[in-house]
């Protein structure tokens, strides 16, 4: 579709003309090379619907490459419990169907529930334009769409690939924010982090844990939460810093800064190790366990994430 993101190009609505039917409003394609335009709305009417379960159809342009023509149709889906919308036929040289929108059509009685917006954009050469991170958008492998997240408003690039389906390539725009949340409950803490997808699967995060309860925590091993959740199968390394030296004079018996990293082995955490500074460097370091009253934990680092749901496999 030719267009920006908020435009009403080949929108689809529920019919203002007739009823159980929907209109997609005019606009300009492109499809395999095949241009259609339309300069009015389109009706389109619904199939009957008797079933006592909910319905998804599609709303498509559909190409006959033989008849050399392109035009605005309803497929049809199956009702049930959970209804998905049908698939589309995409033949080269022959029929191709490029998705507009998913209408959801009412248990019982021909008409609509809800229309999901699945349009992809063309602009000026810039990257196709979708509406919501969750689309599918029937792609083929090495297909690229700018999103913008209709929930968070967070702006993503994302690619298709063929071994592993769509995932975040680049995120766009500010850092998101997080709050880190600190496997302890013994006394207040401040938290703030943030974080960016820097590459497919791979994100860059910052968190910054203080404690504010005035007194020093000690006896636990501690964690901190992660921005998304983390494959396993394979260790992984970040940075960590403790930032002690607003605790006044004694500083806690502790040293101005203790310098570590922080390791994740898989879920939604990771767990800083420190040197130890209280007996012979001979003995290493060790988890995480004291935290001095003002002192603040610095992690930062880059770590793959699990966007394709891989577990510790």
Same mark, same amino acid.
């Given at each position: 579709?030719?267009?920006?993101w908020?435009?009403?190009?080949?929108?689809?609505?529920?019919?203002?003309?007739?009823?159980?039917?929907?209109?997609?409003?005019?606009?300009t394609?492109?499809?395999?090379?095949?241009?259609?335009?339309?300069d009015?709305?389109?009706?389109l009417?619904?199939?009957?619907?008797?079933?006592?379960?909910?319905?998804?159809?599609?709303?498509?342009?559909?190409?006959?490459?033989? *008849?050399?023509?392109?035009?605005?149709?309803?497929?049809?889906?199956?009702?049930?419990a959970?209804?998905?919308?049908?698939?589309?036929?995409?033949?080269?040289?022959?029929?191709?169907?490029?998705?507009?929108?998913?209408?959801?059509?009412?248990?019982?009685?021909?008409?609509?529930?809800?229309?999901?917006?699945?349009?992809?954009?063309h602009?000026?050469?810039?990257?196709?334009?979708?509406?919501?991170?969750?689309?599918?958008?029937?792609a083929?492998?090495?297909?690229?769409?700018?999103?913008?997240?209709?929930?968070?408003?967070?702006?993503?690039?994302?690619?298709?690939?063929?071994?592993?389906?769509?995932?975040?390539?680049?995120?766009?725009?500010?850092?998101?924010?997080?709050?880190?949340?600190?496997?302890?409950?013994?006394?207040?803490?401040?938290?703030?982090?943030?974080?960016?997808w820097?590459?497919?699967?791979?994100?860059?995060?910052? *968190?910054?844990?203080?404690?504010t309860?005035g007194?020093?925590?000690?006896?636990?091993?501690?964690?901190?939460?992660?921005?998304t959740?983390?494959?396993?199968?394979?260790?992984?390394?970040?940075?960590?810093?403790?930032?002690?030296?607003?605790?006044?004079?004694?500083?806690?018996?502790?040293?101005?800064?203790?310098?570590?990293?922080?390791y994740?082995?898989?879920?939604?955490?990771?767990?800083?190790?420190?040197?130890?500074?209280?007996?012979?460097?001979?003995?290493?370091?060790?988890?995480?366990?004291?935290?001095?009253?003002?002192?603040?934990?610095?992690?930062?680092?880059?770590?793959e *994430?699990?966007?394709?749901?891989?577990?510790?496999?």
């Amino acid at each position: 579709m030719i267009g920006r993101w908020g435009d009403s190009a080949l929108s689809v609505s529920v019919s203002t003309s007739q009823a159980a039917a929907i209109d997609v409003a005019p606009g300009t394609a492109i499809v395999r090379g095949f241009a259609y335009q339309a300069d009015q709305p389109v009706t389109l009417p619904l199939s009957v619907q008797t079933s006592q379960a909910p319905r998804v159809d599609l709303v498509v342009l559909e190409l006959d490459m033989a *008849a050399g023509s392109v035009r605005a149709r309803v497929l049809k889906g199956q009702p049930a419990a959970a209804p998905v919308p049908p698939g589309v036929r995409q033949v080269q040289g022959g029929v191709w169907q490029y998705p507009l929108a998913e209408v959801t059509v009412k248990r019982g009685v021909t008409a609509v529930q809800s229309i999901r917006d699945v349009r992809t954009l063309h602009d000026a050469g810039r990257p196709p334009a979708v509406q919501d991170t969750a689309v599918p958008s029937h792609a083929t492998p090495g297909d690229l769409r700018y999103y913008k997240s209709a929930s968070t408003g967070a702006e993503e690039l994302h690619m298709y690939a063929a071994n592993g389906g769509w995932s975040i390539v680049s995120a766009l725009g500010k850092a998101r924010t997080y709050t880190p949340r600190l496997s302890w409950n013994g006394g207040s803490h401040s938290a703030k982090g943030r974080y960016q997808w820097v590459a497919s699967n791979v994100i860059q995060f910052t *968190a910054n844990v203080t404690n504010t309860s005035g007194r020093t925590w000690s006896g636990t091993q501690m964690s901190v939460s992660l921005p998304t959740k983390s494959r396993g199968g394979v260790w992984q390394l970040v940075n960590a810093t403790l930032l002690n030296n607003t605790t006044g004079k004694a500083h806690e018996g502790m040293p101005n800064y203790l310098i570590g990293n922080a390791y994740i082995g898989g879920g939604s955490t990771c767990q800083p190790v420190f040197q130890t500074y209280t007996q012979k460097a001979i003995n290493g370091g060790d988890w995480w366990e004291r935290f001095p009253k003002g002192a603040t934990l610095i992690i930062s680092g880059t770590y793959e *994430a699990d966007y394709f749901h891989e577990g510790n496999g």
